[in-house]
């Protein structure tokens, strides 16, 4: 292995940091990316079910206790 102190370990330290420093910016990016998209999800989930209730509601459906608890 490459001592810290020559120019080869020093240049592969570097060189790690770096990796590492750019991995920790992509995945940062990615966990920004799915968050949104788990949010927007459950958005839509919210808005299906408003609209799924409202359908109900014109039909004349009633809920049971336990549904409407859900």
Do not use: S, Y
């Amino acid at each position: 292995m490459a001592d810290i102190d020559t120019p080869n370990g020093r240049a592969l330290t570097e060189f790690a940091e770096d990796l590492l420093q750019e991995l920790q910016v992509h995945f940062q990016a990615l966990t920004e990316t799915i968050t949104l998209k788990m949010e927007e999800m459950g958005n839509r989930i919210d808005d299906l079910q408003n609209n799924v209730t409202d359908l109900m509601i014109e039909a004349g459906i009633q809920n049971t206790d336990k549904e409407q608890m859900t």
